[in-house]
């Protein structure tokens, strides 16, 4: 007996140690194949790269229980996100009691660890987020629910604490105009979550969180916390708050109530109040106050809010809520300044019913301050917003903006100025749209005169010399607007009608401006700095700009004098229009690249991962050098024309998509047109330096192209010239083909030399023709290819002859003239059979131009019936209240969207049409020649 006992202690002890042994062995050696393994199998479930630098199984570093996980771990999106990093860690462990695992009934999470996450959040204009990566199912549905309700029987999962650590978080969504950063983002949740009933703790902080909507920054650097006791109800989704703690800089919150979610709703019974009447604590959330001295800053005055949200959310109802604002007799003081903000008095009540949203009011019954001697005032009630919205209101005050420097450290901003306003306004805002002006009050004016501002943040000092509107119901007058910036200036004024219905329901305003400028300098707006004169760039780093689509203006522009980089633009005059995101420039002139422009087109960054250009130019008497060093887009299209001098005048029409640096998409420039000039000088060329070399004629070299008319086109990628001729010396020479953007050149020329140009050969051509009863002519045709591209061309016989190298002179071709007058029949063939080809490309050219017309018009057709069923899509939204008008502009922009794609694919397929009728021309043609 003693001695069987001895043994199974022996094997025990054995299998603890290979336990012990595998548990540290087994991952090391089995390292590479799991990593593998679990690598293929994220990204199989992902539409996303998945990649970690580490895989840990281990019972050693979680001993008693299991730890599994990852270090390094990304997650990096493809296609319209590519590039894109969704998520990382630095590591993600979970921590698992063992024993639950092998027993598969009751799994037990010990913890959940994420440390140092990163994570970008972004959603497109068309909706799209970056964040929906998980690849289709190929299990049917009903076994997925059959599959996952056998699991649910058989398995259970608890959790006991879950932990983020360090983690910086940003939110991006294009299509709302809205971004948010945190940074150093912890939280802890702990509680025994696998109970039916379960006490959660909750701790929560944010180092800064910043949050920007439609380009205003509403917080900036903000310390977040929240700590929470919440009383749960797992099994039926019912939270109720016990002790908790919300603030926001200095600003706190307390909540009492109760968060319930059934099924696909979430039902909200909640009260919130300020536990403190400390006015200092509102201050907390003014980005200038609390990021300068805020704890030496001397205030008084008491603050509260208070509030309730109350009702179900879910995707067709809201809650209603209700929070009342009060702040009496506030005062704050920087110490070292002289003046104070004195005399604050708010009382605003604000009501939303999530039923009946007609029921929701605001009440803004006071809002009053004293700015250093400067009293300011206001009050504002709106009511039935979505039946016939009714507002009232008055603001009335004076403020000297260089008092406030008085008041708040300005560090190196300087503000001075007068700002006046005395407005009314009250009524039916169906007052308005059925233009019962007598029965609206709007009168009053705003007023800003002798205004200056100076920041570090700009590149130069703004005036505002003075800015008058005066408002009546039907419209506002634009009295005056004198702004100067550095050395540039610009002035305003007109008519601004249906601005109330603009500022309450973000209707459409309308309006007539005229725009004057003696000088507009862009180089110092953006940089404060004009552009040095060695510098040649047409580009400064620009984003796309998108236009409003609630504004339409009619503008008339006359301005002396604009310098952008190194183009300087004399003399603009004309009309700009903008309505439903688009401008549109009517019959602009200007004097620029010492000639004269006039132009027309649209712009249209409605899609601004594509915005779009089309213009149509009439350019006269143009510098070629100046408009080269101006233009990027031509020195990449055509970098030969660094080669040229002399002045050119051009009509043609220019359509393009535009990058995210507002520069032309090189591929998707499309343009037709014609091009004149009495004289081009072209220089060191290396496609006219070898046509010297082969004609031996170094008239050739740096010729000089005499009386130049040409039309051309720019399509997939190529530039395309039609045959035209002109004169270099006493030569003759007719020339054409196109040459790619990857600067490939396919040309062909024909030049006419006369026969001096042979010397003695002549004569000895003479007397060979003269056996024939002929004469050697005037001219002998030469025609060559120019292949290869423009850095290395490469001149041939069109003859199929070798290339100019093996060719030693153009005297050869006189052999070839006596050959052509002995059998002119053979000439005669080939010039019938050039001729048929020539129209054979002509007719199919034209047939092209056809069909590309009848595309754009068709497109032209499918996009107004989007932009039709657009507006019809927000007018009905409208109707419906503010849910429903925002899911109808989404709608409606994805109309818009879809119109503008099927459009585009129109386009494409005609022009693939088309390119498909010239290129089996040009086929057919050169078996004819």
Do not use: C
């Not at 509260?304 to 809520?321: K, L």
């Not at 132009?599 to 008497?621: E, H, I, Q």
């Not at 709608?891 to 099927?902: D, L, P, T, V, Y």
């Amino acid at each position: 007996m003693k001695k069987i006992l001895s043994i199974t202690l022996k094997v025990l002890a054995a299998l603890v140690t290979l336990f012990i042994a595998a548990a540290i062995v087994l991952p090391i050696i089995f390292k590479p194949q799991l990593m593998q393994v679990a690598k293929k199998e994220a990204n199989s479930m992902l539409n996303a790269k998945v990649d970690f630098t580490d895989f840990q199984v281990s019972l050693i570093k979680g001993f008693p229980n299991l730890y599994v996980g990852m270090k390094g771990l990304t997650v990096v999106g493809i296609d319209s996100f590519a590039n894109d990093t969704l998520v990382a860690f630095k590591e993600f462990g979970v921590k698992v009691n063992l024993w639950s695992v092998i027993d598969m009934t009751d799994i037990e999470v010990k913890s959940i660890l994420l440390d140092e996450a990163r994570v970008n959040a972004h959603v497109l204009p068309d909706g799209r987020v970056n964040w929906d990566i998980m690849k289709p199912s190929e299990t049917p549905e009903t076994e997925m629910e059959d599959t996952a309700a056998a699991t649910t029987v058989s398995t259970k999962v608890s959790l006991k604490r879950f932990e983020i650590r360090n983690a910086n978080i940003a939110y991006i969504d294009d299509s709302s105009n809205m971004k948010a950063t945190i940074q150093n983002f912890n939280l802890t949740l702990s509680g025994n979550m696998g109970m039916s009933q379960t006490e959660l703790k909750l701790k929560t902080s944010i180092e800064s969180l910043n949050f920007w909507m439609d380009g205003i920054r509403y917080l900036k650097n903000s310390a977040v916390g929240f700590d929470a006791i919440i009383a749960a109800n797992l099994d039926s989704s019912y939270y109720a708050f016990k002790e908790n703690a919300f603030s926001i800089n200095q600003l706190k919150l307390l909540f009492d109530g109760s968060v319930r979610m059934p099924g696909n709703d979430i039902d909200i019974n909640l009260n919130f109040k300020t536990p403190s009447t400390d006015f200092k604590a509102l201050l907390s959330m003014v980005p200038a106050v609390y990021m300068t001295d805020f704890e030496g800053l001397q205030a008084s005055g008491k603050f509260g809010i208070e509030g309730y949200v109350r009702g179900t959310y879910n995707d067709s109802q809201m809650p209603s809520a209700f929070v009342a604002i009060n702040v009496d007799n506030g005062m704050f003081k920087y110490p070292d300044l002289p003046k104070s903000l004195t005399d604050v008095n708010i009382s605003t009540k604000i009501w939303f019913d999530g039923v009946n949203m007609d029921n929701t009011s605001v009440n803004v019954d006071r809002f009053a301050l004293n700015l250093g001697g400067n009293p300011f005032s206001m009050r504002m009630r709106v009511a039935t917003p979505i039946s016939d919205m009714q507002v009232d209101g008055n603001i009335t005050g004076k403020i000297d903006f260089a008092t406030l420097s008085d008041v708040i450290p300005m560090d190196s901003t300087y503000m001075e100025g007068l700002l006046e306003s005395n407005l009314d306004f009250g009524g039916k805002l169906s007052f308005i749209e059925k233009e019962q002006y007598e029965r609206f009050k709007a009168d009053g004016l705003l007023k800003l005169s002798r205004f200056k501002f100076k920041s570090p943040d700009i590149p130069a000092e703004v005036k505002l010399n003075e800015v008058t509107l005066n408002f009546t119901p039907q419209y506002v007058n634009l009295a005056n607007f004198d702004m100067s910036i550095a050395s540039s200036d610009i002035r305003m004024n007109g008519r601004l009608e249906n601005f109330i219905p603009y500022v309450f329901k973000d209707e459409t305003l309308s309006g007539n401006l005229n725009v004057n400028s003696n000088l507009l300098d862009v180089n110092e707006l953006l940089t404060g700095e004009s552009a040095p004169e060695e510098e040649v760039t047409d580009t400064t780093a620009l984003s796309v700009i998108e236009l409003p689509r609630n504004i339409n203006f009619s503008t008339r522009v006359d301005m002396k004098k604009i310098v952008y980089d190194k183009l300087n633009i004399e003399n603009l005059a004309g009309n700009v229009a903008l309505s439903g995101g688009v401008a549109d420039l009517k019959n602009l002139s200007m004097n620029m690249l010492k000639g004269d422009v006039r132009m027309s087109g649209t712009y249209d960054p409605r899609d601004v991962k594509a915005p779009m250009v089309n213009f149509d130019f009439d350019m006269r008497n143009i510098d070629i050098p100046t408009a080269f060093k101006s233009f990027t887009t031509l020195q990449k299209i055509a970098p030969t024309v660094k080669d040229m001098t002399g002045n050119v005048s051009t009509q043609f029409k220019f359509t393009s998509m535009l990058d995210t640096t507002m520069m032309p998409v090189l591929n998707s420039i499309n343009a037709y047109g014609k091009l004149q000039s009495k004289s081009i000088g072209v220089s060191n060329s290396k496609a006219f330096a070898k046509l010297a070399d082969f004609l031996k004629k170094d008239e050739f070299r740096n010729p000089s192209l005499k009386d130049v008319n040409v039309s051309f086109s720019i399509k997939n990628g190529r530039i395309y010239i039609e045959p035209f001729d002109t004169k270099i010396a006493e030569a003759k020479m007719n020339f054409g083909g196109d040459m790619g953007i990857d600067q490939s050149l396919n040309f062909r020329a024909k030049v006419s030399v006369p026969s001096s140009y042979l010397g003695g050969v002549a004569n000895l051509a003479n007397d060979l023709l003269g056996k024939y009863g002929a004469k050697l002519p005037q001219t002998i045709d030469v025609n060559l290819k120019i292949l290869g591209t423009s850095s290395k061309p490469d001149v041939q016989l069109d003859s199929g002859g070798g290339s100019a190298e093996s060719s030693s002179s153009v005297k050869e071709t006189a052999k070839e003239a006596v050959k052509e007058k002995v059998d002119e029949a053979k000439v005669e063939a080939r010039q019938k059979a050039k001729a048929e080809a020539d129209k054979l490309i002509a007719d199919a050219e034209k047939e092209a131009e056809q069909i590309r017309a009848e595309a754009a018009k068709r497109a032209e057709q499918i996009r107004a019936e989007a932009e039709a069923q657009a507006k019809k899509t927000e007018a009905e939204g409208q109707k419906k209240g503010p849910i429903a008008e925002r899911a109808a502009k989404e709608a409606a922009k994805k109309i818009r969207q879809n119109g503008e794609a099927a459009a585009q694919k129109v386009i494409a397929e005609a022009d693939e049409k088309a390119n498909a009728v010239v290129t089996k021309a040009k086929a057919e043609a050169a078996k004819l020649e």
